[in-house]
């Protein structure tokens, strides 16, 4: 079982940044792969980035590549977000997700086992 939970989301002027965090609880964090995905209003759920369980790779959607970057911190069992640049087009909420069945990430949702709550990221000025 692993228990996650996303903070950081809010509000921002195109441009700005912000750092999403995603709290891990439950199972060694270090052993199982995680992403983020976003879901914007009346859209599908969307593959934004991910990280091996080691943190060696790290994966990104062609959107958000050279903007975004997904970090693992073990010892304090999080995961992060941090998002530069930002456009309107991110406004999403986002979701953290862990698939504990692989060590390296994927971009497939249907592959993550376990998924935070979602926070909202709005990006308007």
């Known amino acids: 079982q692993v228990q996650l939970v996303e903070s950081g989301g809010g509000l921002v002027q195109p441009g700005g940044s912000l750092r999403l965090s995603c709290a891990a609880s439950?199972?060694?964090?270090?052993?199982?792969?995680m992403g983020w995905f976003r879901q914007a209003r009346g859209e599908e759920r969307e593959f934004v980035a991910s990280?091996?369980?080691?943190?060696?790779?790290?994966y990104y959607a062609d959107s958000v590549k050279g903007r975004f970057t997904i970090s693992r911190d073990s010892a304090k069992n999080t995961l992060y977000l941090q998002m530069n640049s930002l456009k309107p087009e991110d406004t999403a909420v986002y979701y953290c997700?862990?698939?504990?069945?692989?060590?390296?990430?994927?971009?497939?949702?249907?592959?993550?086992?376990?998924w935070g709550q979602g926070t909202q990221v709005t990006v308007s000025s």
């Open positions: 439950g199972r060694t964090f270090s052993s199982y792969a």
């Open positions: 997700a862990a698939d504990t069945l692989h060590l390296e990430s994927t971009p497939w949702p249907g592959d993550y086992d376990y």
């Open positions: 990280i091996s369980w080691g943190a060696a790779r790290t």
